[in-house]
C-alpha cells in the first residue's frame, strides 16, 4: 500500500550468518515502489545495494535507510542476532 506522503520502507532478513546478513528492502512513496537486496557486513560497516528494481527512492529515503542499516549492524551484527523484519515510516523533509 502506498502513502499518501511520506515514504515507508520494509526490511526482511532473506539470509543470515554471523556478521553478515542479506535483507529485500522495499521503498514505498506516492511516486510509487522500489525494490532491491542489500548485503550488510557488520564487521566492516560496509553495506553493498543490488541494483534498485522500479525507480531509485529519493535521496533522504535513500540516506534515511542507509543510516538504519549501519545502527542495525552495530546493534546485531556483533551477536549475529539480525531482526527479521523492520518497517518504518518518515515525513517528506520540507524544502
Known sequence: MQPEHGGRLELKLAAS??????Y??????????????VAVDAASGSLQF???GGA????????FVRSLLRTIAR????SGEWPRRVTRWRPEPES
Open 17 to 22: 550468518a554471523g556478521p553478515l546478513a542479506r
Open 24 to 37: 529485500a528492502l522495499s521503498i514505498c512513496t506516492q511516486r510509487g515502489e522500489s525494490r532491491c537486496e
Open 50 to 52: 543490488a541494483e534498485w
Open 56 to 63: 531509485e527512492p529519493p535521496r533522504w529515503l535513500d540516506a
Open 75 to 78: 546493534s546485531s551484527g556483533a
